[in-house]
Nanobody, 124 residues
Framework: HLAESGGGLVQPGGSLRLACTHS????????IAWFRQAPGKEREGLSC????????PYADSVKGRFTISRDHAKSTVFLQMNSLKPEDTAVYFC???????????????????WGQGTQVTVSS
């Protein structure tokens, strides 16, 4: 019951903020990651956030442009995306895995729960 929101159409150089929430539970006990998948390409891990804190890892493709953050009060994980490029066009997913499985959040396909995805299109 993970749900992403905030996708849409944006011009190159623009910004979007994606949000990941859970309809019936808190995210406080889960590592949360953002992935994306473009047509014909493999799913790519972008960043992840552990509920215990720590420096989030970022894929090289988004480092310096994307920022992940957690709002514990709202049980929401955000992905702020700046300086968007056409190659950022993809379906973006958030995913969750129990805090007990990993000490730090992994940036690989080891997540148990996935949202339906939200489309991000960067085009002029």
């Amino acid at each position: 019951h993970l749900a992403e929101s905030g996708g849409g159409l944006v011009q190159p150089g623009g910004s979007l903020r994606l949000a990941c929430t859970h309809s019936r539970s808190t995210l406080d006990y889960y590592h949360i990651a953002w992935f994306r998948q473009a047509p014909g390409k493999e799913r790519e891990g972008l960043s992840c956030a552990s509920p215990t804190g720590g420096t989030p890892p970022y894929a090289d493709s988004v480092k310096g442009r994307f920022t992940i953050s957690r709002d514990h009060a709202k049980s929401t994980v955000f992905l702020q995306m700046n300086s968007l490029k056409p190659e950022d066009t993809a379906v973006y997913f958030c995913a969750a895995v129990s805090l007990g499985r990993f000490r730090q959040c992994p940036l690989s396909n080891q997540y148990d729960y996935w949202g339906q995805g939200t489309q991000v299109t960067v085009s002029s």
